[in-house]
Structure formats: C-alpha cells, structure tokens
C-alpha cells in the first residue's frame, strides 16, 4: 500500500509541476537551464555573468553571438559547465561559450 502511495504522489508531482519553478528548466537530456544577469558584453565575444547563487564568470565565445547586446543588464538562460556554458535568450537563440574563470 506505501509503495501504491508514494507512486501516486510521484505522479502527482510530476503532473503539476512542483519542483520546477521559474528560476529553472530541464530539457530533455536533463541538462539545467538557470536565469542569469548578463552585466558585460564585449562585442558578442566575452561576456560578464551573474548566476543565481551570486558568483559572476567570465565566458568567452567560441563564435560571435550578436543578440547578447540587447540583453546587457538584463537576465537570460544559462547552463554553466566547468569548461563549456550556454547562453538562450527568450526567443530561443542559443551560443556555446568557453568558461574562462570567475570575474572580479
């Protein structure tokens, strides 16, 4: 009967929602999208990033991404990796950055 019980609260979670919020999205492949601020953008080549647990970083392109001008000071979707990251803004434009180190 627990066993019953708890599969009927994990479909009920997974249903509504509860545990996702607007600070976060999964895709598919279970990779985590967070809301981030974007405080510098150097030409689409190296950009300042503020994450949601306050840590800036620095990340530098590995092609130009000329939509991240319009988003200066604003907050955008961001997958942090160690050595990789990803930029999305809210139309759904996506560019690959290189993880260059933590900001002044």
């Given at each position: 009967m627990k066993q019953f019980m708890w599969g009927l609260v994990g479909v009920a979670i997974m249903f509504?929602?509860?545990?996702?919020?607007?600070?976060?999205?999964?895709?598919?492949?279970g990779d985590r999208w967070e809301r981030a601020t974007l405080l510098q953008d150097e030409f689409g080549s190296q950009l300042k990033i503020v994450r949601q647990n306050e840590e800036a970083w620095?990340?530098?392109?590995?092609?130009?991404c000329f939509w991240t001008m319009s988003y200066v000071g604003r907050e955008v979707w961001f997958q942090w990796g160690p050595v990789e990251c990803k930029v999305k803004s809210d139309d759904g434009e996506i560019c690959e950055f290189w993880t260059k180190g933590k900001a002044p």
């Open positions: 509504c929602g509860c545990g996702i919020g607007k600070q976060m999205i999964y895709s598919g492949s620095l990340i530098e392109a590995k092609t130009y």
